[in-house]
């Protein structure tokens, strides 16, 4: 426990807005949008600028205190419960937008802006910042660059480490890291990089410098409808191999279509469907006919029976609004969602989507798949009720199996919501002892004292001894198979 | 293993081709993993400092037996370059020659962006461990953000996979983006995986045969402002000492179309090729190189808005250097390289105005090639960055086998 000592200098730096010590006020940081496991942290600290971080950190340092650092808490991998104990320090009050600079194309943000307010921001420039989770409506950027977070349009534009141009970041010292003077190439070992995905384990990070792309001539929207799922996977392998790129392929399947239409969200797609693809094409003028052409060509091919496209900016949104809405319209099954988010090699995408689904059948489980299909990133979604412990158990369970199925077949645990604590132990099916000692030397090197969030994605005993336990989640319960 | 069995691998170094000089740093280039750890241990035990390399085509520019005891190539490690075009990654062993990577990705319509006019000359694993990017960056990313994953070995000889073999992959920290840029500091890359593009269906390479550095910078001005999506200007002396600038252009047919209007509307081109423009545009950069086979390179970042103010800077400075020089711009992600036949030992005052040249237009510059020259022209790291890069080479390399050593 700090001392009270300690309690005051944070009073003092922070003030009552940025101290929270009261419980009720705790409570709302026990986790993210994990759920499974809760922790309140000792205090909640919401410094407003870099400099007020850094003095925090530093008065942390002073008695070994315990940080996790924390954006908006969308995270579905547990990363911002503070599950060893230790202080949540939080970014939501730093949401200033520092500069744009549309001549150069950068933005200089503070790390809890969240994500669509710079979308915003940019557009008046005729600019767009390409990294869009499906939750940039609260997500912070903060948080994207620690998760290295993607989103449908990733396809063609990359993760957030492809446009980050600098970082102030602040380490578990309390010194800050200035890395934001927007270099294009690092000089000598790209630290940088090494941080984007870092989980919060490596400092806190204040601003972030970004790349921002100009608005595309020309955006047109397509829906591909079909009669089988395994047929519009088929076609995304074959339109990847054919070297086509629209900037976004996004597939839902049934049960995720009869969700969204039977709620707010409904964008129209025919309940008859077993799959839609949702595909966003943007270039010139003629490179969107071309590439609409050929993409047509390769859908019909593959038994795509309808295919509706939009360019109208209202037809577009809708068509969209029902991916956008999918995991709200999710809440309808059931009070909780388990979101897995495994990588499949993009030749077994149809493969392991079944994979998937046959796991969740088995243990009588649905099983909702709305996923990054060009990425081969997919998000078998089970609905359950964390009050029935059985449930739990069992979506525990198809977790471990389906990310146990994928690596088997060349795939890996997540593509963009990061390790946490959901899949800490599941590192052992992707890594060995070795690998993992790799790993440690980056945290020895950057946080020797362990106290950046810690019991995160690492796992804290060998491999050799975890592969002999039972699938569970760190922080409950040990669950049997 | 002893000494004398490793020097007598300079002879092997021969057959590769690479250039070995009397005074030449003894090579090992073991032929398998077991190999090369005992070849770190006996390394470790004589307090050696290594320079793990690959085909050597930088060599030229480093001033090796100052700085190493010992070269140790990966160029002899088996193993099979494996290419998914239906998955567009590439696994290959890092002594892999690139020119054979090439022929392998090209010969199954892939495109092993963005590395295009690299020199036959080098290895995958070199590649990798320098960490460069070629023009066509603006399209498909930098090379570190192409490098999907790396088997590695460290100086205790201890084997590891960092990253993995997917297009999208957050699973634990991303160390091949360390390692990508690392030049032999950390360890010995033993293997690699990249992510392929696909070959573009067009390319097209537009000349203008006479045109100056300033009216060359507001070129890529424009077309920066403009929105013209070019894979990269070039800007070249020739051989007769004009300077002449290239534009290069890749993507569809539809894209080319829109593109190459937009492009005709900046310059009147004296010369435009379709077919052979990757051929010619491999030519431009070998001409480039023509110049200064043996030379360094600096490679300048700036913002587009500096470009003017940048350009002033390099015809001044440069002149005054006297020496012949070639630059090359992508206006579609704010870089310029430029390139010149010198090695210098010192800062000299030339050399001083040039760099408050570079401070005066807030440009970012490092020298490729010689070791002699990092750390005495250059910007400063920013404050607390040295302190972290030092302790993450402290950690991969705790006795400083990889480090060069320092000056005397
Ligand atoms: C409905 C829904 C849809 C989603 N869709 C996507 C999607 O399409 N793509 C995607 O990638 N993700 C998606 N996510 C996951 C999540 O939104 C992202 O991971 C997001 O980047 C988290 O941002 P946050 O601000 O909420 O971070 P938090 O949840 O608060 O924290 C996430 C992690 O980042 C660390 N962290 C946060 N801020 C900082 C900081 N300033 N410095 C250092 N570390 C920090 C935390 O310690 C934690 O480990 C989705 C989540 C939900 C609920
Ligand atoms: C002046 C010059 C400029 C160039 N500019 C560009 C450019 O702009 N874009 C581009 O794409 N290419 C460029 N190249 C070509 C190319 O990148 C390199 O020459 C080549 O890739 C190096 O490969 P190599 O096997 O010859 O490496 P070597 O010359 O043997 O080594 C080069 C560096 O990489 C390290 N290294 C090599 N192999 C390993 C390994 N397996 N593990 C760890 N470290 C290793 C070495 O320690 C050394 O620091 C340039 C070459 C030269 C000479």
Partial sequence: MPSPALAQDLRALLGPQGFLEAHPQRLSYESDALGLVAQVPEWVLLPSDTQQAAECMRLLAREGVCVVPRGAGTGLSGGATPVAGGVSVVTTRMRKILDIDPVNRLARVQAGVVNVELSRAAARHGLFYAPDPSSQM??????????????????????????????????????????????????????????????????????????????????????????????ACEAVTELIASGLQPSAIEILDKLTIDAVEASVFAAGYPKDAEAVMLMDLDGSPAEVRELGEQLETILKAHGSRELRRATDPEQRRRLWAGRKGAYGAM??????????????????????????????????????????????????????????????????????????????????????????????????????????????????????????????????????????????????????? | MSRSTIQSVEQGLAQLGAP?????????????????????????????????????????????????????????????????????VLTAPAGTPWSQIQDVVEAQSGRIAPYQGLQPKGSLGGLVALGLSGPERSFVGALRHRVLGLRVMLADGSVARIGGKLVKNVTGFDLPRLWTGSRGSLGVILEASLRVAHAPAEQHLLRLRACDLTQAAHLCERFHAERIPCASLQWNETEEGAVQLEVWCIGSAGAMQDTLRLVRRCLDVDEHWTEE???????????????????????????????????????????????????????????????????????????????????????????????????TFGPAPAPGLAWAQESLRRQFDPQGRFQPRPRA
Avoid at chain 2, 38 to 62: D, F, K, M, N
Avoid at chain 2, 288 to 317: H, K, M, T, Y
């Fill in chain 1, 138 to 231: 609260a997500c912070t950027l903060g948080g994207n660059v620690a998760e290295n977070s993607g989103g449908p349009h990733g396809f063609k534009y990359g993760q957030t480490s492809r446009h980050v141009r600098g970082l102030v970041w602040v380490d578990a010292r309390g010194e800050i890291i200035d890395q934001s003077d927007a270099r294009l190439d690092p000089v000598g070992l790209d630290v940088l990089g090494l941080w984007i995905g870092s989980e919060g384990m490596l400092g806190l990070v204040t601003e972030v410098v970004l790349d921002l792309l100009p608005s595309p001539e020309v955006s047109e929207s397509m829906l591909a409808i079909f009669g089988s799922l395994q047929a």
């Fill in chain 1, 331 to 481: 809440g309808r099954l059931a009070p909780d969602l388990y979101v897995a988010d495994v990588v499949a090699p993009r030749t077994r995408l149809a493969e392991i989507v079944a994979l998937s689904t046959a796991i969740c059948a088995e243990l009588g489980l649905p099983c909702a798949n709305v996923f990054h299909a060009g990425d081969g990133n997919l998000h078998p979604n089970i609905s359950y009720d964390r009050r029935d412990a059985d449930q739990v158990r069992r979506v525990l369970l198809a977790g471990q199996r389906i990310m146990a199925a994928c690596v088997e077949r060349g795939g890996t645990l997540t593509g963009e919501h990061g390790v946490g604590l959901e899949k800490r132990d599941a590192m052992c099916m992707v890594f060995r002892d070795e690998d993992l000692a790799v790993q440690e030397r980056v945290r020895q090197a950057l946080d020797p004292g362990r106290r950046m969030n810690p019991g995160k994605m690492l796992p804290v005993r060998g491999c050799r001894e975890m592969r002999t336990r039972s699938p569970y989640l760190p922080g409950m319960k040990e669950y049997d198979a």
């Fill in chain 2, 20 to 88: 070995v000089q009397t005074d030449a740093l003894p090579i090992a280039q073991p032929r398998n993993e077991s190999e090369l750890q005992a070849i770190l241990a006996l390394a470790a035990e004589s307090e050696w400092r290594v320079l793990p390399c690959g085909l050597g085509s930088t060599w030229p520019l480093v001033h090796l037996p100052e700085f190493w005891d010992l070269g140790i190539s990966t160029c002899g490690l088996e193993g099979d370059i494996q290419f998914d075009p239906g998955e567009g």
């Fill in chain 2, 277 to 375: 423009a990757a051929q010619q545009a491999r030519a431009a950069w070998a001409g480039a190189w023509r110049l200064a086979p043996d030379a360094d390179q600096l490679v300048i970042g700036c913002q587009p808005s500096e470009w003017p103010a940048l350009a002033v800077a390099l015809a001044n400075d440069l002149d005054l250097l006297g020496i012949p020089y070639a630059v090359r711009a992508l206006p579609g992600c704010a870089e310029a390289r430029v390139r010149w036949p010198h090695l210098p030992d010192a800062v000299t005052p030339a050399l001083q105005a040039l760099q408050d040249g570079l401070e005066a237009c807030h440009a970012s510059w490092q020298w490729f090639g010689t070791h002699a020259m990092a750390g």
